[in-house]
């Protein structure tokens, strides 16, 4: 119960600053869009952060964290304060002088990396030359941003949450105070926009800085590389690359795909994908970054039996808060981009076709949710291969089912071919999972999926009904469409929450319990007070 109540606040924690970082990330979405449109300028922006984007994750927020945490933890636990103070200041010194390197290549390489993946844009004078010159720019996000993932890392195991969760704030501030005030400074305004994502990870990483000092892990230069735990997250980490690698050559192959099809297609994409992160961020990230810490130590333990415990309760938190938001997702989808994002460059076609691609991506949350739990559990068994022989097979389902269906349904078919090769990656990893560990004990979570049903149900025909009453195609009906958008949400999650009680889903129940523990305990500490 102690480690379910420690995942639960870690949850919560992590999904309020998440969700801070994701209405002021929609905002900057907003923003952009209204200014830059969904054409040439915001594909070319669109492509050139691909790349360090692919690189934050294969160092950073996957294979890095994946590695870093289950080996700091055992340091912490096993070998005490001091020793992990000194383990941390290697793998510091040491990601450094990596990344450095890479940012350094990338720069240089850049031309190269940008024809590479945006082939189809040579069709279009100027647009392969603008995403180069925004990719040079940007490049040296992925220095800073792999620092803030260790950083994180660390933050993390000694119980700090918000804080690392809160930092992306500042990114889209930084990327919103660009967009707005600078861009007329540049002859190309879209420059702005890549000056804003560098400056936001100065800003994100130096958020972090004085808690990592009052904790006592402020960084210094140690370069005894051949320390025995500093190997062993290489070892872990290497595989972890590959694995991650895996995943994001699937985003480049989209959107590699995506440079053939009409003009604003990568945007539409992008659009839709945004949103889609919305709650795959809030929800999924928080989630396996909580249940991470939680295996390591119960691993560590040995204790097997607490270990498929946390998977049960993981996933049965993943069902009760991603299917109804893949519900809301599907039916808000052309309202949500109608009210938000319909004015200025960004035309009612862009809102129909980022709506498509949403809706196509939507059942994809279940998926990702899945496999971002099962992950890590290989990574609390110190296994980061499995994952990636999983993530090989996903990509080449994903690469076959984008080309068969791209041909009829455009970048539709794309999204699509995503969200079908997660379902495939989710099967595989489930699997192979049981084959190394046996029964996981996961047979109730059918059980528990029908119990949601009726609420489930209730809410969808509660938010499509509400809905209608709204105007989705016209401009000039905001005051209108958000009080009917903001009705149905409101009014789904009131059905959904209810019905769950009603059907005495367990889960519901804890979640609401834990709540109300958390309630009685600050005003306890206010009366004191």
Known sequence: MQEKQQISRAVGSLGAATMLSRVVGLVRDIVVARIFGAGMITDAFFMAFTLPNLLRRFFAEGSL??????????????????ESKRVANICWTLLLLIMVLVTVAGIVCSPLLVKAIGYGFAAVPGKLALTDSLNRLMFPYILLVSMLALFTGILNVRGHYFLPAFSPVLLNLAMITSALFLAPLFASPITALALGVLIGGVLQLALQLPLLGRLGYWPRFNFDFGDAAVRRIGRLMLPGVLGVAIYQINVIVSRLLASFLPQGSVSWLYYGQRMFEFPQGIIIASLAQAV??????????????????TLHYAFELLLLLILPATVGLVLCAEPVYSLFFLGGEFTPLAVHQSALSLIAYAPGLLFVGASRVIVPAFYALHDTRTPVRASLWTLLVNVGLGLLLMRSMAHLGLALALTLSSLFNAIMLLWL???????????????????????????????????QAGNWVQEGQRLLNGTVLFTSVTAGVLVYGVVCHLSGVPLWREVSDLMRRKRKKKEDVETEK
Do not use: C, H, I
Request: no cysteine.
């Open 65 to 82: 964290t994946a590695a870093f945490v289950p080996t700091f933890t055992s340091v912490y636990q096993l070998q005490g304060e001091e």
């Open 292 to 309: 991470l810490p939680s295996m390591s130590r119960q691993l560590t333990g040995n204790d097997q039996a607490g270990f498929r415990t």
């Open 433 to 467: 999972l049981r084959r190394r560990m046996g029964k996981l004990g996961l047979t109730g979570l059918t059980r528990y999926g029908l119990k949601l049903l009726p609420a489930l149900l209730l809410m969808a025909v509660t938010v499509w009904s509400v809905l």
